[in-house]
């Protein structure tokens, strides 16, 4: 009677099936986090339009307070510097507007400005994002009048985003990258790729990561309070003489006792189970959809715009490249019908494929 001998693998070094899979499983996942995070660098469309969104928004603020600057933040808002105060930031934040000259602080106003300009359309980035964070804060740090959410969320995510390479699209600096291959690939010789990569796909996670503890702490705080539960607090939102920029479209919304309760538990469901939804992708476009109509409603009922679009921007991070193609697949069509219906002499450049 004879007996086979597996020679394939040493004596005493046996393992059974339920000991490898673990071992398999663990290091598939993690093969497959360091693809992720060090392969390429995700979701460059959508800083793309947080890039855009965020620039528009410090152009909204500063362009609506124009008239009111000096009360608000300048040489006439000093009443308000015992609270101000109170916020503990260091001083070189209260340097950069100063209240005691109306000319010096109207300087520091329009640099804001021209900085935001030079975010949206993309240029220089990775030098003017640190001064443009330096400046918001600088502004909001000369008052406590004008917070309303989104300044903070802008101001978390903005630190983060610096980190990120946000001109991959719809930059002057991807079209200058292509104007000038050369110059390109010696600027970016000084680093290996996949440090470029890391950075970029942590600030993508800590953004992340930082709106779900927003949604998921305002859920629960939300589950706190009495006219959440009893479903009327859409209703006292929408009453608030000081949040009502159209009284009469507030009006017609708190008419009817069911559009009100609807709208209070939907946004508690949305912001609670808004993780939960982002795991399977049918849900996730629900969610996400589902969210930019709750602060699209907010901007538009309640007036707090800068908020809302603070919130659009940071959701805009959970969509992929991929539907972006699709997006952008899909309009271009008609946006090459509507380009060609323009005088000849009026058209725009064609737009090739998308950069």
Known sequence: MSTEVDTDQPAGDEATPSEREPRGFIGRTLDTTLSWVLGSKHASYSWAMFRITYGVIVLIVLAGSWADRQYLWGVGSRFIDPVADNRGYPWFFEAIFIKSNVVVFDVAYYLLAALAVLFVIGWRTRWVAPFLLLFWIGLEVNSTLLTNGGDTIMRVTLLFALFADMTQHWSLDSWLRRRRPRRAAVASSWAPAWAGNLLHNTALVLCLWQILLVYATSALLKFQGLEWK???????????????????????????????????????????????????????????????????????????????????????????????????????????????RLPVGSRPAAVGAPD
Request: hydrophobic content about 55%.
């Open 230 to 340: 009893n479903g009327t607090a859409t209703y006292y939102s929408l009453v608030l003489d000081v949040f009502r920029p159209y009284p009469w479209l507030s009006q017609l919304v708190t008419a009817w006792d069911v559009p009100v309760h609807l709208l209070t538990y939907a946004t508690m469901g949305l912001q609670l189970l808004f993780p939960v939804f982002l795991v399977w992708r049918p849900t996730r476009i629900v969610a996400l959809i589902g969210v930019t109509g709750v602060h699209l409603g907010i901007g538009l009922f309640l007036g707090l715009w800068p908020f809302s679009l603070a919130m659009i921007a940071v959701d805009f991070l959970f969509v992929r490249d991929e539907t972006w193609r699709w997006f952008i697949g899909l309009v271009r069509p008609y946006l090459a019908r509507l380009r060609s």
